[in-house]
């Protein structure tokens, strides 16, 4: 049956809609083009007291505030349908269905509070909240049910067909009995009045008009009837019915500022009750099947329709008129009285409207761009102008249209002078046509013109702005001496208003030409003078301006004007704007069509903390670290999201609110240090002129461990204990250091000693006595000159040791060298039977590469003395130096008797083991343990055959260079 009822409506309204098509109305939004509303097919609508829009539709309910659609669903839910919309003072939402179940939002979510299947019996049953009972009525008859226990009581068994609350009492109509009006009062049940009908009363309605009067509505014979009821005086009377409404399908009446609205499926009919009568003052979107209405805070007013969405309208006073031709575009405008005007269009057509109604309609011989179209007065005659060579006269008495031709071809502007004078002004030329005579003013483009009062001409060329006298004489209008580039001109009764090409604003007056600073931040495009108020056509809207008390107002989208005006017409008492598709008009009552917007409170919606949501509370504690904080906030309205706002401040950081990006309802704030904050947010639309009440939230971030007062008594002991610590430490290591000194001086003085061994086993007497002894037989055998080489390199070596017996290291180059020099001395010694060899890597850098001071010739004396000096024969030694694993490795070899051999013939001789080369163990062991040079000495015999033949001594010193 829901089904049916829905297709017939359905039908009726595209019925009514093609009679109603190319009508005037409201200039409007439907939410499901501007908003992405979801569904279209709506019940109810209700505006809370945080100023939410709730929607009640056939798919379920919505919640919008100005940014989004929120859909509440409860999962125990019998349908999705939705009706009766209501607020209850805690500010709970309250709705019912089909099913008989009853619900309400809190926290957010729809929840179930009763199913009253059971004594609804599946049909829609109205109900009324109040602060603790929810009354609902049925075809079963009256119950109250308490909000606390959900007990359930019955007030009437009567079966309710409607009803209505007004003031504390419930009025309703029953069935099934005598027709008549009933009340419940203190839980008594009486009968207001007695219907009297001549049939079976059909569809009875009652609605609430103010908080004392009643309206009640029934059909009788397909005709509706209309009673008021007066609660205070208790009087019942039948009112005509306005014959608009006899056969109208009505949903819905609603009371709006003193007017009662009809909702019907032809739209709305708005009507003022007046001595027990109903007068029509509107009928707005007779195309469309109206549910509900009601006006916001901002003065939109909301239509649900059963088919096509949600409208708002902005602004009611602000119409618009399709043109009759879908194809035509308006190209051109021009007032012809004081309620009259005409169009051009595209299509050679001029279209005359009186008082808004289309009275006549021309169409020129050929389909040319109307571009100009000027009313003489005083011949009663229309000066038309195309955007080719042709123009034509049209005589509105007459009818008669008359081809002129050129004479007023493309013209860029037209003034009547008087009776016999036009001017005419093109892309070319200015002239003045006095009937069939013609004067050239001046040969330039023509960009506009203006006649003033006192009969003289105002003229805007390309090159500037020019004043022409009753004669034709020429003055230039010149702003700081530089010509006026101009965009239009208009006039009030007592200055001249010109708009340059970069949209500033002059005022020109006896002469003297000024800038108006007031208009310095709009885009203007074109201005029009009304006596003493001048309008000006911005950036997708409109400006009035009053000189007089230099108030400005504006007209932008958010009244409905979201477009750029082409024209402007000034009629006696509205104003007429022009796009190429529709035309609008307003009333210039400022009551009338200028808002007063209001801001919503800012609600904050949502908190995120170090990027995770967490539920809203008026104050916080975080921890050191949870220092990122989202805040998300709105404040609800129409659009909201195009037309706030909003201002926040984070105290004590800020000291002055900060402005947020138009668009954007969120701040974040990264890296907070540790303090208590209040973070403070606000709004204010873009129309309004005052910020809405504050919203915040204080939040505390804990100091971090390191900062808390026991960490700096600890930090202060520790402190106290590292100082001491340290002084210990300190003192320790001025006693290590003057250990290490002491032990080092006793070191250096050890190895010190040691090289001195060296140096006396160097110098010992024997080597001595037969370097000396060689050096007197070279004499004696008088060979001076062997003698003398002799001496030079035993001083050398003498003068080496001494040297070299100073120092702790020296370079593996003055090694080598000393070496040499030893090795040949010892070479005569042993009378030439002596082969030695020094190899040396090339990889080595000699000059670079230091060794401990005469280390190595202990050992090769050793060999001299004790392997080789022994032996008969071939005497072999080979010293080596080599890179071996980042260390200097060298072998000393000899081929001499072996150490075995030398201990017997050290024994025989009862000598002790060489202190050359126990002074260099002491070194190795010193350098080692004291110096870290980890020196590595090994000793091996050599064999042949089982037997001794020689001696190897290996050393692995570090490299350490320069």
Known sequence: MFQIVRLLILVFTFLTGVQFAFSQRPVADNLTAVTNLPYSEFYDILE????????????????????????????????????????????????????????????DELLLFLDINHITNGQLATFEVSEDFIVVFTNAGIFKISKDTKEIQQLTT??????????????????????????????????????????????????????????????????????????????????????????????????????????????????????????????????????????????????????????????????????????????????????????????????????????????????????LIQFDQYNNQLIISTSYAQSYVYNITSKTLQNTHRKFAVAKSIQILDADRVFYGNYKEAIIY??????????????????????????????????????????????????????????????????????????????????????????????????????????????????????????????????????????????????????????????????????????????????????????????????????????????????????????????????????????????????????EVKAKNTAGTTFSEIAAIRFTIAKPFWETLWFYALCSMVCIGVIVFYFLQKFKKRERKRNSAIEKILMEKKIANLQLENFRSQMNPHFIFNALNSIQDYIISNEKELA??????????????????????????????ALELYLQLEKVRFEDELNYQINIDNNLNKQQIKVPSLFIQPYVENALKHGLLHKKGDRNLTISFQKEHEKLFITVEDNGVGREKAKEIAAQKKSHKPFATKANEERVHIYNTNLKYDINVTVEDMMANEKPAGTKVSMYIPLKSN
Not at 788 to 801: A, D, E, G, H, T
């Open 48 to 107: 809370d007291s945080n100023h939410y829009m709730w929607l009640a539709a056939n798919k379920g309910l919505l919640r919008y505030d100005g940014y989004t659609y929120t859909k509440f669903t409860n999962v125990a839910q019998k349908g999705k349908a939705v009706f009766g919309l209501t607020e209850d003072k805690s500010g709970k939402i309250w709705c019912t269905n089909l099913y008989g179940q009853l619900f309400y939002v809190a926290n």
């Open 434 to 679: 006095k009937n069939t005579q013609q004067q050239l003013l001046r040969e330039k483009r023509v960009i506009t013109s203006l006649l003033l009062p006192n009969k003289e001409l105002l003229i805007a060329f390309v090159d500037g702005l020019f004043l022409y006298d009753a004669n034709g004489n020429e003055t230039p209008i010149l702003q700081d001496g530089n010509p006026i580039l101009v965009s239009d001109i208009t006039a009030t009764k007592n200055q001249v208003w010109i708009l340059t090409q970069n949209t500033k604003v002059l005022q020109y007056t006896d002469g003297i030409v000024k800038s108006i600073e007031q208009f310095a931040n709009l885009e203007i495009s074109a201005i029009k003078a009304d006596e003493n108020i001048l309008w000006l056509a911005i950036d997708k809207g409109l400006a009035k301006f009053n000189p007089t008390t230099n108030s400005l107002h504006f007209l932008t989208g958010q009244d409905g004007l979201d477009f750029s005006v082409k024209n402007m017409v000034l009629l006696s008492k509205h104003v007429v704007l022009t796009t190429p598709k529709y035309f609008y008009t307003f009333p210039k009552n400022e009551q009338l069509i200028f808002k007063k917007y209001r801001t919503a409170n800012v609600h904050i919606d949502a908190v995120a903390v170090n990027n995770v949501d967490t539920l809203v509370r008026d104050s916080y504690t975080f921890d050191y670290d949870t220092n990122k904080l989202k805040f998300d906030f709105h404040s609800a309205g129409y659009q909201s999201d195009k037309h706030m706002n909003y201002q926040y401040r984070l105290k004590p950081i800020d000291t002055e609110w900060q402005t947020i990006e138009r668009g954007n309802s969120f701040v974040t704030f990264n890296n907070l240090a540790s303090n208590t904050y209040t973070f």
């Open 158 to 371: 009567n079966p309710v067909i409607a009803s209505c609350k007004l003031n504390d009492n419930f009025y309703f109509f029953p069935i099934n009995q005598v027709p008549a009006l009933q009340v419940i009062e203190d839980a008594t049940e009486r009968q207001v009045a007695k219907i009297n009908s001549k049939s079976i009363v059909e569809t009875p309605k009652i609605f609430k008009l103010t908080k004392q009067q009643l309206l009640f509505i029934y059909k009788d014979e397909l005709e509706y009837v209309f009673s008021l009821y007066d609660a205070k005086s208790d009087h019942f009377k039948t009112i005509k019915t306005p014959k608009e409404l006899l056969k109208e399908t009505i949903y819905n009446v609603v009371t709006i500022d003193e007017s009662v609205w009809f909702c019907t499926v032809s739209g709305v009919f708005v009507y003022t009750l007046k001595d027990d009568k109903l007068l029509l003052e509107n009928h707005f979107f007779k195309e469309e099947s109206i549910t509900n209405i009601i006006k916001d805070f901002n003065a939109n007013y909301w239509f649900t329709t059963i088919d096509n969405g949600v409208l708002v309208s902005p602004n009611l006073a602000i119409k618009t008129f399709e043109l009759p031709s879908k194809v035509s575009k308006i190209t051109a405008s021009c007032q012809l009285n004081d309620n009259s005007f005409v169009i051009g269009t595209n299509q050679g057509t001029l279209l005359l409207y009186e008082n808004f109604k289309l009275i006549d309609e021309l169409t020129l011989p050929s389909k040319l761009v109307v571009k």
């Open 788 to 817: 003398s080489s002799y001496l030079v390199k035993f001083s050398r070596l003498i003068r080496m040791y001494l040297e070299y017996s100073q120092q702790n290291k020296i370079t593996l180059a003055e090694e080598i060298q």
